[in-house]
């Protein structure tokens, strides 16, 4: 009796890499991640450390105005949060990141005049204050949809969870640089050195978002409405004869 016939032979196919490696290979992301990195060292980190040092020391406003300040910018996202996704839909996300770029630097702009401002004009000081907190929470809620919808956008799907990790540790990163530069630099009587360097790197992150458009399809960068692929006519079929 013969022995049973063999079906086809698989081919012989080469695993695509798998891990962290893989993922730093991904060129958009690899943007993607450097915006993100920046974005949070001279914007969220700063916010934290640099914001509170800034305001207390040289634009000397008092703790009820600082609270004024971080109600505010709670007010904000939570008022403008649905508003701003629903104006987002249909447009281009890397503007949208390098939007939220230039509202940073804004935010460290008014809070350098409240810096200038100081005892001479309180009530000057105060307005800057509560505007720079303010207008950074409308930068948060740009950035909070896109950000991480285009990690998964650009994810492979056997690799989605390391994408998002290394999205996420640009938050640790941060949270480690912030401190250390705005700590010594606003310690140690160089305010202004700071505010130069939180605002050149928020202008450094918007060219950088700007920049991710160019390696986007229209469809990844939100340009063509997720439908539009599906509705598109077929291609007629090519004659074989």
Same mark, same amino acid.
């Given at each position: 009796?013969?022995?049973?016939?063999?079906?086809?032979?698989?081919?012989?196919?080469?695993?695509?890499?798998?891990?962290?490696?893989?993922?730093?290979?991904?060129?958009?992301?690899?943007?993607?991640?450097?915006?993100?990195?920046?974005?949070?060292?001279?914007?969220?980190?700063? %916010?934290?450390?640099?914001?509170?040092?800034?305001?207390?020391? /040289?634009?000397?406003?008092?703790?009820?105005?600082?609270?004024?300040?971080?109600?505010?910018?709670?007010? /904000?996202?939570?008022?403008?949060?649905?508003?701003?996704?629903?104006?987002? &839909?249909?447009?281009?996300?890397?503007?949208?990141?390098?939007?939220?770029?230039?509202?940073?630097?804004?935010?460290? %702009?008014?809070?350098?005049?409240?810096?200038?401002?100081?005892?001479? &004009?309180?009530? %000057?000081?105060?307005?800057?204050?509560?505007?720079?907190?303010?207008?950074?929470?409308?930068?948060?809620?740009?950035?909070?949809? /896109?950000?991480?919808?285009?990690? &998964?956008?650009?994810?492979?799907?056997?690799?989605?969870?390391?994408?998002?990790?290394?999205?996420?540790?640009?938050?640790?990163?941060?949270?480690?640089?912030?401190?250390?530069?705005?700590?010594?630099?606003?310690?140690?009587? &160089?305010?202004?050195?700071?505010? /130069?360097?939180?605002?050149?790197?928020?202008?450094?992150?918007?060219?950088?978002? %700007?920049?991710?458009?160019?390696?986007?399809?229209?469809?990844?960068?939100?340009?063509?409405?997720?439908?539009?692929?599906?509705?598109?006519?077929?291609?007629?079929?090519?004659?074989?004869?």
């Amino acid at each position: 009796m013969g022995h049973p016939r063999a079906g086809p032979r698989p081919e012989t196919t080469h695993p695509r890499p798998a891990g962290y490696l893989a993922v730093l290979r991904d060129r958009p992301f690899r943007r993607l991640v450097l915006f993100a990195l920046v974005i949070t060292i001279c914007g969220y980190a700063q %916010l934290e450390v640099g914001f509170t040092a800034f305001s207390v020391q /040289v634009a000397e406003v008092t703790p009820r105005v600082m609270a004024w300040a971080l109600a505010s910018n709670a007010v /904000v996202i939570v008022v403008l949060q649905l508003l701003v996704i629903g104006r987002l &839909n249909g447009r281009s996300r890397s503007r949208a990141l390098a939007a939220v770029g230039l509202v940073f630097a804004i935010t460290w %702009l008014a809070l350098g005049i409240g810096g200038l401002a100081g005892r001479d &004009n309180a009530l %000057l000081a105060a307005c800057c204050v509560v505007a720079c907190a303010t207008i950074f929470a409308l930068g948060e809620t740009m950035l909070a949809p /896109v950000l991480p919808m285009l990690t &998964n956008i650009l994810a492979r799907d056997e690799l989605r969870g390391r994408y998002n990790a290394m999205n996420s540790m640009t938050t640790g990163i941060s949270g480690v640089i912030g401190p250390v530069t705005a700590g010594p630099l606003i310690g140690t009587g &160089n305010a202004t050195a700071w505010v /130069v360097m939180v605002v050149g790197g928020c202008l450094l992150a918007s060219a950088v978002g %700007l920049s991710l458009r160019r390696l986007l399809t229209p469809l990844q960068d939100g340009r063509v409405p997720p439908g539009t692929a599906r509705l598109a006519p077929a291609a007629p079929a090519r004659s074989t004869s």
